[in-house]
């Protein structure tokens, strides 16, 4: 499998802040000699162009972190400009969670909020500047001709029999188009280039088509659309982008971006491709993610599985962790495939220094403590953080009746098991000793409960006799339990790379993604626990209060395990 190590000058570049001397990687290099030369005047301005049709993903996060941390780094600003040229895909909610998640990863835009249908004007006279240049025309051939008539990587395309009308024609059938007068396909208006280019996109690309779709925000002032890169170079030149970064599947079109400014003779920045983030176990297609959602295989956008940033969020993913990530994954030339334990590392790094530790019990097995006081109840302390001391102590409930986890016991247990089992003695967190002294079971022989007894003189967890057990258990107080649901969440698809996978992409989800626990016992302390807020389940992993949660059904969404594999992983690879 083939991993981003984090080395090298693509790497180790700092999204995020300028303190600190980052290294060299070749975007940074760029800028740093635009500064040197005077070029754009010493300006650094970049921009992040979602298109308002989807929610964003975590690749998206990386654009996010190369576009606002380079114009930090240099003292520049960011515009966040929606390419909303498609109406019939776009909606106010997409605007609105986009917004929403570049605010979370902790950016701003300032004032530099934009939308390319605040161009349509200018863009629309740009198109008839470009006609009257006789550097576009009307094509009146059906869309699958115009497919036909491209040729193909091997073979030159072959010219339309409308290439060649007049620009006194052009222009009156693209006002026509305009004034409404034709049905959806029936005309185009293509840029005049060469169809026997060995770039295929330069074979006469299409700028504008007719769509007659009320547009989310001018309505139907507009049955006419230009195209992405129609309009995203010319919004650039509008806006005075120096540096405009995009990933790597937008290289062969720069020679497109170059094409229509030179023509246009306008202000021109500079395109620059990086690689893109490929992430093993998901996909980043967002064509891919609006079929999981609308086929039924996720509970929508920000369903904990996806890499949406609004599943990431509700998982209980920090803004923190995805910056971490994306300045650990880099800015390099070439793709690769980022394996998520990466991902998972950068998350369980954080909330190790800044989640509370509470204790919680997934899978319940009762314990009876026969020789403690029934009407007894003690208050011992547990330490909020040891990572954190300034997190202090809480008070933790201990009676009689606990529970413990169900897989912390059995009956008769292999020889490296060394939790409780008859006749044996385990510590229980912040509390005392107890020794198994009895099982009780159903009537399919499944343990129900478990009778101990426990030592009063190893309060804290140490004997004064000096003796040790091999085992630590957490617990919860029955009396004093929270009920709660719990939801496990494991990769979404079996294979590693599930677009090249054979057969359909859904082929490969897995099954076992999600596991519901309804039936958990929490400590009472996380009663008041409100959604977002984040625990480490001591033994269990990171924990998140779920958006649904209620008072009457508290719900915790686990973000990542305790086990480390990126470590594992990273010690392998060395040793190889």
């Known amino acids: 499998m083939k991993q981003t190590k984090p080395t090298g000058s693509g790497a180790d570049m700092d999204l995020i802040t300028k303190d600190s001397a980052p290294p060299p990687n070749f975007i940074r290099y760029i800028i740093e000699e635009d500064q040197k030369t005077g070029r754009f005047d010493g300006r ?62 902790g ?27 006789g550097k576009a025309y009307v094509d009146s051939l059906s869309p699958d001709q115009i497919r036909e008539y491209r040729g193909t990587l091997t073979e030159p395309g072959k010219e339309s029999p409308y290439r060649n009308r007049s620009a006194a024609e052009n222009l009156d059938l693209f006002r026509r188009m305009r004034a409404g007068e034709f049905a959806d396909g029936e005309h185009v208006l293509r840029a005049k280039i060469d169809m026997a280019a060995p770039n295929i996109l330069m074979r006469d690309p299409t700028l504008y088509r007719i ?63 990086f690689a893109r983030l490929n992430l093993s176990y998901t996909v980043l297609s967002k064509r891919k993610l609006i079929e999981l959602v609308r086929g039924g295989h996720v509970a929508g956008w920000d369903d904990p599985r996806m890499p949406t940033i609004s599943g990431l969020r509700r998982r209980g993913y920090t803004p923190e962790s995805i910056r971490t990530f994306c300045k650990r994954i880099g800015v390099a030339k070439r793709d690769s495939m980022v394996d998520i334990a990466l991902l998972d590392y950068c998350v369980r790094e954080e909330l190790n220094k800044r989640a509370n530790r509470v204790m919680g019990v997934l899978r319940p097995l009762k314990v009876v403590i026969e020789n403690y006081p029934e009407d007894r109840t003690e208050e011992l302390e547990a330490i909020n953080n040891p990572e954190d001391p300034s997190a202090g102590a809480r008070q933790v409930p201990f009676s009689r009746e606990l529970y413990i986890e169900r897989d912390d016991f059995m009956e008769n247990p292999p020889k490296k098991f060394f939790r409780l089992a008859p006749g044996r003695e385990v510590r229980l967190r912040y509390a005392y000793f107890i020794t198994c002294t009895d099982v009780i079971k159903d009537e399919n022989g499944e343990a129900t409960e478990l009778r101990c007894t426990y030592d009063p003189e190893t309060k804290g967890g140490d004997a004064p006799d000096g003796r040790k057990v091999k085992a630590t258990l957490h617990w919860v107080s029955a009396p004093h339990a929270l009920e709660a649901e719990v939801r496990l969440f494991n990769h979404l698809f079996l294979t590693e790379n599930p677009s090249a996978a054979k057969g359909e992409f859904t082929d490969h989800l897995n099954p076992d993604s999600l596991e519901i626990l309804p039936d958990c ?56």
């Open 44 to 105: 650094v301005v970049t921009r992040f162009p979602p298109e308002p049709n989807g929610y964003l993903h975590i690749g998206h996060a990386k654009s996010i972190c190369v576009n606002f941390g380079f114009a930090r780094e240099f003292g520049g600003a960011c515009h966040l400009r929606f390419d909303d040229t498609n109406p019939a895909k776009e909606e106010v909610e997409y605007v609105d969670s986009i917004q929403e998640d570049v605010h979370w990863l």
């Open 107 to 133: 950016f701003d835009w300032g004032p530099h909020r934009y939308f390319a249908s605040d161009y349509f004007d200018t863009l629309y006279g740009f198109a008839e500047t470009l006609i009257q240049k």
């Open 211 to 273: 769509r007659k779709t009320a547009h989310h925000r001018t309505g139907e002032a507009w049955c006419i659309y230009p195209l992405y890169d129609f309009t995203h170079c010319i919004s650039d030149s509008i806006e005075r982008v120096t540096h405009s970064l995009c990933t790597l599947e937008f290289e062969n079109n720069r020679e497109l971006y170059d094409w229509v400014l030179n023509q246009l003779e306008i202000y021109h920045p500079q395109q620059i491709e």
């Open 521 to 576: 016992r929490l400590e009472p302390s996380l009663a008041e626990a409100g959604p977002g807020e984040r625990f480490q389940f001591e033994r269990l992993g990171y924990f998140c209060v779920d958006k649904a949660s209620a008072p009457d059904l508290p719900i915790f969404n686990r973000i990542v395990t305790l086990r480390d594999t990126w470590a594992k992983i990273q010690k392998k690879a060395q040793k190889g």
